[in-house]
């Protein structure tokens, strides 16, 4: 993933928002606040692809064919 698309994702309130609950899901399985920095590399590698598929369909199908032309 670019710099500027993760730029992109992360002006969408949405996506904080979710990386929100994330920090505290995860803060919570451990026992221990796992911090900011954390909670957002583990969203966007992991869960990042699917919410923009769900949420901006378009932007998705976007990005798969600016990937798939590499």
Do not use: C, F
Not at 16 to 30: D, F, G, T
Request: charged share 40%.
């Amino acid at each position: 993933m670019k710099v500027s698309d993760v730029r992109d994702r992360l002006k969408d309130k949405r996506v904080i928002e979710e990386i929100n609950r994330h920090l505290w899901i995860e803060s919570q399985k451990a026992g221990y606040s796992i911090g900011i920095e954390r909670a957002t590399d583990e969203w966007l590698r992991l869960y990042s692809e699917g919410w923009m598929k769900y949420h901006m369909p378009e932007k998705y199908k976007q990005a798969a064919a600016k990937k798939k032309s590499r």
